[in-house]
């Protein structure tokens, strides 16, 4: 089995920035995306956005898929404040499932399911959160909802999970052939989760440095 490195891994955080200066963009600009609006309350809008590199690599995706399918966009930037609630919520909730696991347990185990803050992709504007719909809009089923944790979908969300329909396998193949051409990485844990010029992407490519680093949305 490949390893799985998790968002907690001291490789991630060991990663060197060096900020290349791409603007975060909105994604409600650029007709060719399907645009989900589930995440607009959480981030006040903010989810909307990403890096110019990473959008530009979205439609790159989106021009591979086989007719009849579309990306739907779901989150991309997430503000470092609201990446650090859901980090926090998150391990005070195995906390209390887990009252004997240590610190450094219930760190890790969060990581697969939201990123650290200090080293977050989403707070760099380099992630993104998506799926699959067809030509009408109606999203496909890719196994689990988005989102789901380890715990609720029995590890179904994990990208290469085994106990998932072979239709969903099969749109996860197609999702990912497309993202992975484009340049993105996916974080294994989460089939949706997908990045490009984070810590996380340089580490799994090889890149000598990352090109984004955490920033606020002006």
């Given amino acids: 089995m490949t390893e799985i490195v998790l968002m907690s891994d001291p490789r991630v955080a060991s990663v060197g920035v060096r900020e290349c200066g791409d603007r975060l963009v909105s994604v409600r600009r650029t ?29 790159e995706a989106q021009a591979a898929l086989p007719d009849g399918l579309r990306l739907l966009y779901v989150e ?7 990446q650090r609630r859901y980090f926090d919520e998150y391990a005070a909730r195995l906390r209390i499932d887990h009252p004997d696991w240590p610190a450094d347990r219930i760190r890790s185990a969060a990581s697969r399911h939201v990123s650290p803050p200090e080293i977050a992709p989403h707070s760099a504007g380099a992630a993104v959160d998506v799926t699959l719909a067809d030509a009408e809009g109606r999203e496909l089923d890719l196994g689990t909802p988005m989102n789901a944790t380890p715990e ?37 844990t989460e089939w949706w989760h997908w990045s490009y010029g984070d810590r996380y992407w340089a580490l799994v490519s090889g890149a000598a440095s990352a090109l984004y680093g955490p920033v606020e949305l002006d």
């Fill in 152 to 188: 609720e979908s029995a590890g179904a969300c994990y990208t290469e999970a085994g106990n998932v329909s072979e239709a969903a396998r099969s749109h996860r193949r197609v999702l990912g052939g497309a993202l992975m051409r484009a340049g993105l990485v996916n974080y294994p």
């Fill in 31 to 59: 007709a060719p995306l399907l645009v989900d609006e589930r995440k607009q309350q959480d981030s006040g809008g903010a989810f909307a956005y990403v890096r110019e590199g990473v959008l530009d690599r979205l439609l």
């Fill in 76 to 82: 991309g930037y997430r503000p470092p404040s609201l």
